[in-house]
């Protein structure tokens, strides 16, 4: 007799192969089809988020602490960056600039694992509270070193200062498209190990720390250490993420980089795509940006938008963008969409008009209390608009109302039918289990 | 040399008193309702508006009454139609819920105020200094006295309140026991939304009291908002008592701290060394305690955690 042979069964996982594949394929094509200034812009700052809003969810998502803190682990991360860029240009230091992010990334979680280790001490809304103490106490105390921190205008760096990448006498991160190549590539790697570290043992444990920390005690886990430990990672990852950032924009500034607008701008990020999946905060992190950047150009409003998106969503879909996606895709997988479409087709227009109304009455509001300089008439979505009259006001009011009325009558007919179906899809699964 | 630590001691206690209103507000929600509104400074902040706005309209006095009024409609109201909704799906979302709140409200007090602080100030009935204090060598504004007071009257209206009076305990009731209190026949969500406005409106009168004293601006609620949340861990969750000892300590050691010159360069050069200015610590030594007073209540945070990570008279963990 010898020992029975172990058995495996590792199917190659195709479906995973062909997301990743296609992810990698998507960051090659994207500046080929937008090839202008801003878009690439955009897309940079959108690979920078993903990174930061992901380490953001190793918290959230995966061990269930909810962080007001996390920018200063990335602004802490982005000034090690600055520093050693300053040294490479200055001759002291002798590392590719391509890798700056991994010095920013080994100083974040070395403040992770100073900071973290006060602020995991509690779990829970202790916790959130802690953090918000920390990054205020982070904040104000950068502040008070203008030598180390650059004061109110922040340090400078040149990026191009390093060796050229690979010997190649053309890669010095000078144009943007290059700097996008670099924050791509790092996003890439950071989204498999990321995702990779949610398939590890740690990963799992920190799951059942977030269900219930008192049985993952009784099984012989300390559940302060896991959360410190995914702590440590996370604002490694979040260093990564302010490392690229102090690449791409060659500054780096307290009142910005480790302000508490940009922990609650990565929350807001994270929780808006949906923190229960792991693509969640990849979707929550390009609707931010695309916000942040591209809608900021437009109004002044921006964040008063964001601000209403987001108390929308927590109240009526606390899953964020993805879990609606999914339901949406469950949907349509068991042939009950087409009962949906009608209904949709109601519920969106009327919000539609919401949104018009609701838009105009603000940006009618913004430009008279912020812009009055500039005179009474503005210019919204093309057409003049004079802020005196009594015109523009009314129309927007009787479209917001009108709209309002429409969608509360509409909104009864599909939330019956949507509960409906996912009542049927429910029971549908659990009588015919896979 | 005594007459300037007295008059500290008063603005620290004036402060700290101020922070407790806040904290009290805070405190009781978060201890009945286990949710902790991050919207609170937010209701201060609109209390400072109502205030500053309602007391251009018609004086000061009338505005002292009408904000926490209506502050107290806004917070049912966000309670009623937000906060309700939120809850079945626990306490994360309620946290996110009251944050994203706070971040309309700034927005909104941008858009009707605008960016920059306003003229809010104080009532000329109470400008100046304190008579019989100025007697005994303390200069110390009426108006800081007079707030210290709307302070203590409203603690002492809360606590008379929820300890003598029916409904403050059926609050109290509801607080230990919901579901035994519901099946006895009160209506506990509407007991939720009753604390919910209070709190605001106690928010809203700090706001009143406490905008004038200091600078009216959107910026106001993110800078209290920190120091109240480090009240709270500091003094131990859902802890009325700690609240208070913490508050006023936060108080004293900012008043304390702002004027004092302290430095780790003078503490060595008392033992009698002294820093080169070159050395590599000298700008941490050079630093005073003037300097680094935004960042002592956050040090204290540091220090109780480590110490005592329960706060100081906190009974729970979680």
Redesign the interface.
């Given at each position: 007799m010898h020992a029975p042979r172990e058995l495996r069964f590792r199917p190659l996982n195709l479906g995973r192969w062909l997301v990743w594949g296609l992810t990698a394929l998507l960051f090659v094509l994207l500046p080929l089809a937008f090839r202008q200034g801003f878009a690439l812009t955009l897309m940079s700052q959108m690979g920078i988020m993903i990174i930061f809003a992901l380490s953001y969810n190793m918290l959230l998502g995966q061990s269930?602490m909810?962080s007001?803190g996390h920018a200063v682990y990335s602004g802490l991360g982005a000034f090690f960056a600055i520093h050693a860029m300053r040294a490479i240009a200055g001759g002291t230091l002798a590392w590719p600039v391509s890798l700056l992010p991994l010095i920013a990334g080994a100083g974040a979680a070395l403040c992770g694992v100073v900071l973290g280790f006060?602020t995991t001490?509690?779990?829970?809304?202790?916790f959130?509270?802690?953090t918000?103490?920390?990054?205020?106490?982070v904040f104000?105390?950068a502040l008070?070193?203008p030598?180390?921190f650059g004061g109110e205008g922040g340090i400078t760096g040149d990026r191009t200062s390093g060796p050229p990448f690979g010997g190649i006498s053309s890669l010095t991160f000078g144009p943007q498209i290059q700097v996008y190549a670099l924050i791509a590539a790092w996003c890439f790697a950071c989204m498999i190990a990321m995702y990779a570290l949610t398939q590890t043992p740690l990963g799992r444990i920190a799951n059942a720390v977030r269900d219930n920390p008192e049985r993952a005690e009784f099984i012989g886990y300390n559940a302060q250490r896991v959360r410190w430990l995914m702590l440590i990672l996370s604002s490694f990852f979040a260093g990564i993420a302010g490392g690229l950032s102090a690449i791409n924009f060659e500054i780096v500034v307290t009142a910005e980089n480790v302000s508490?607008a940009r922990s609650?701008g990565v929350?807001?990020a994270a929780?808006i795509g949906g923190a229960a999946f792991f693509f969640g905060p990849i979707l929550g992190a390009v609707v931010f940006t695309f916000f942040a950047v591209a809608l900021s150009e437009y109004t002044k409003?921006w964040?008063?938008y964001?601000?209403?998106s987001?108390?929308l969503l927590?109240?009526f879909a606390?899953g964020g963008l993805s879990s609606l996606l999914l339901m949406n895709l469950r949907a349509l997988k068991f042939r009950k969409f087409g009962r949906l479409r009608d209904p949709y087709v109601g519920v969106l227009a009327a919000a539609a008009g919401m949104a018009l109304g609701g838009a105009m009455l603000?940006e009618l509001?913004?430009h008279v209390?912020?812009d009055a300089g500039q005179g009474s008439v503005l210019s919204l979505f093309g057409f003049p608009m004079d802020t005196n009259a009594a015109g523009p006001w009314a129309f927007a009011a009787t479209v917001l109302l009108s709209s309002l009325a429409a969608f509360a009558f509409y909104q009864r007919g599909f939330r019956r039918t949507w509960e409906a179906i996912q009542q049927e899809i429910e029971n549908s699964v659990r009588d015919n289990p896979a | 040399m005594l007459e300037a630590a007295l008059s500290q001691t008063l603005y620290g206690l004036s402060y700290g008193l101020l922070l407790f209103m806040l904290a009290s507000g805070l405190t009781l929600i978060f201890s009945m309702m286990g949710v902790l509104n991050f919207a609170h400074a937010s209701f201060y902040m609109l209390g400072a508006y109502f205030g500053y706005q309602f007391s251009v309209w018609m004086g000061f006095w009338p505005a002292l009454l009408i904000s926490p009024a209506l502050l107290f409609i806004i917070g049912a109201a966000v309670e009623r139609w937000g906060l309700r909704r939120v809850h079945q799906w626990g306490h994360v979302p309620e946290l996110l819920f009251t944050f994203g709140l706070s971040y309309i409200i700034v927005e909104l007090v941008q858009v009707i105020w605008g960016r920059t602080a306003v003229a809010y100030r104080v009532p000329a009935e109470l400008d100046g200094p304190v008579a019989w204090l100025q007697g005994l060598g303390i200069t110390f504004p009426q108006y800081r006295l007079f707030m210290m007071a709307v302070a203590v009257g409203m603690l002492a209206a809360l606590w008379l309140g929820l300890a003598r009076t029916r409904l403050g305990l059926v609050i109290q009731a509801a607080l230990a026991h919901p579901q035994q209190v519901e099946a006895l026949g009160h209506n506990v969500p509407r007991v939720f939304m009753l604390v919910f406005g209070t709190g605001a409106a106690l928010a809203g009168l700090a706001g009143v009291v406490g905008g004038n004293a200091f600078v009216t601006e959107p910026a106001m609620a993110g800078t209290v908002g920190a120091i109240v949340f480090v009240v709270i861990v500091v003094g131990g969750l859902g802890s009325l008592a700690g609240a208070f000892i913490a508050s006023v300590l936060i108080g004293l050691l900012e008043s304390f701290g702002k004027v004092s010159d302290l430095s780790g360069a003078r503490v060595l050069g008392w033992l009698g060394m002294s820093v080169a200015p070159d050395h590599a610590l000298q700008p941490l030594l050079a630093l005073s305690l003037s300097q680094v007073a935004p960042v002592l209540p956050y040090l204290l945070l540091v220090l109780v955690l480590i110490v005592r990570p329960k706060g100081l008279l906190g009974t729970r963990e979680g």
């Amino acid at each position: 007799m010898h020992a029975p042979r172990e058995l495996r069964f590792r199917p190659l996982n195709l479906g995973r192969w062909l997301v990743w594949g296609l992810t990698a394929l998507l960051f090659v094509l994207l500046p080929l089809a937008f090839r202008q200034g801003f878009a690439l812009t955009l897309m940079s700052q959108m690979g920078i988020m993903i990174i930061f809003a992901l380490s953001y969810n190793m918290l959230l998502g995966q061990s269930g602490m909810l962080s007001f803190g996390h920018a200063v682990y990335s602004g802490l991360g982005a000034f090690f960056a600055i520093h050693a860029m300053r040294a490479i240009a200055g001759g002291t230091l002798a590392w590719p600039v391509s890798l700056l992010p991994l010095i920013a990334g080994a100083g974040a979680a070395l403040c992770g694992v100073v900071l973290g280790f006060l602020t995991t001490r509690r779990a829970g809304t202790p916790f959130a509270m802690i953090t918000l103490g920390i990054g205020e106490m982070v904040f104000a105390a950068a502040l008070m070193f203008p030598e180390l921190f650059g004061g109110e205008g922040g340090i400078t760096g040149d990026r191009t200062s390093g060796p050229p990448f690979g010997g190649i006498s053309s890669l010095t991160f000078g144009p943007q498209i290059q700097v996008y190549a670099l924050i791509a590539a790092w996003c890439f790697a950071c989204m498999i190990a990321m995702y990779a570290l949610t398939q590890t043992p740690l990963g799992r444990i920190a799951n059942a720390v977030r269900d219930n920390p008192e049985r993952a005690e009784f099984i012989g886990y300390n559940a302060q250490r896991v959360r410190w430990l995914m702590l440590i990672l996370s604002s490694f990852f979040a260093g990564i993420a302010g490392g690229l950032s102090a690449i791409n924009f060659e500054i780096v500034v307290t009142a910005e980089n480790v302000s508490a607008a940009r922990s609650g701008g990565v929350l807001l990020a994270a929780f808006i795509g949906g923190a229960a999946f792991f693509f969640g905060p990849i979707l929550g992190a390009v609707v931010f940006t695309f916000f942040a950047v591209a809608l900021s150009e437009y109004t002044k409003a921006w964040q008063l938008y964001l601000g209403v998106s987001f108390v929308l969503l927590v109240m009526f879909a606390p899953g964020g963008l993805s879990s609606l996606l999914l339901m949406n895709l469950r949907a349509l997988k068991f042939r009950k969409f087409g009962r949906l479409r009608d209904p949709y087709v109601g519920v969106l227009a009327a919000a539609a008009g919401m949104a018009l109304g609701g838009a105009m009455l603000i940006e009618l509001t913004y430009h008279v209390t912020l812009d009055a300089g500039q005179g009474s008439v503005l210019s919204l979505f093309g057409f003049p608009m004079d802020t005196n009259a009594a015109g523009p006001w009314a129309f927007a009011a009787t479209v917001l109302l009108s709209s309002l009325a429409a969608f509360a009558f509409y909104q009864r007919g599909f939330r019956r039918t949507w509960e409906a179906i996912q009542q049927e899809i429910e029971n549908s699964v659990r009588d015919n289990p896979a | 040399m005594l007459e300037a630590a007295l008059s500290q001691t008063l603005y620290g206690l004036s402060y700290g008193l101020l922070l407790f209103m806040l904290a009290s507000g805070l405190t009781l929600i978060f201890s009945m309702m286990g949710v902790l509104n991050f919207a609170h400074a937010s209701f201060y902040m609109l209390g400072a508006y109502f205030g500053y706005q309602f007391s251009v309209w018609m004086g000061f006095w009338p505005a002292l009454l009408i904000s926490p009024a209506l502050l107290f409609i806004i917070g049912a109201a966000v309670e009623r139609w937000g906060l309700r909704r939120v809850h079945q799906w626990g306490h994360v979302p309620e946290l996110l819920f009251t944050f994203g709140l706070s971040y309309i409200i700034v927005e909104l007090v941008q858009v009707i105020w605008g960016r920059t602080a306003v003229a809010y100030r104080v009532p000329a009935e109470l400008d100046g200094p304190v008579a019989w204090l100025q007697g005994l060598g303390i200069t110390f504004p009426q108006y800081r006295l007079f707030m210290m007071a709307v302070a203590v009257g409203m603690l002492a209206a809360l606590w008379l309140g929820l300890a003598r009076t029916r409904l403050g305990l059926v609050i109290q009731a509801a607080l230990a026991h919901p579901q035994q209190v519901e099946a006895l026949g009160h209506n506990v969500p509407r007991v939720f939304m009753l604390v919910f406005g209070t709190g605001a409106a106690l928010a809203g009168l700090a706001g009143v009291v406490g905008g004038n004293a200091f600078v009216t601006e959107p910026a106001m609620a993110g800078t209290v908002g920190a120091i109240v949340f480090v009240v709270i861990v500091v003094g131990g969750l859902g802890s009325l008592a700690g609240a208070f000892i913490a508050s006023v300590l936060i108080g004293l050691l900012e008043s304390f701290g702002k004027v004092s010159d302290l430095s780790g360069a003078r503490v060595l050069g008392w033992l009698g060394m002294s820093v080169a200015p070159d050395h590599a610590l000298q700008p941490l030594l050079a630093l005073s305690l003037s300097q680094v007073a935004p960042v002592l209540p956050y040090l204290l945070l540091v220090l109780v955690l480590i110490v005592r990570p329960k706060g100081l008279l906190g009974t729970r963990e979680g």
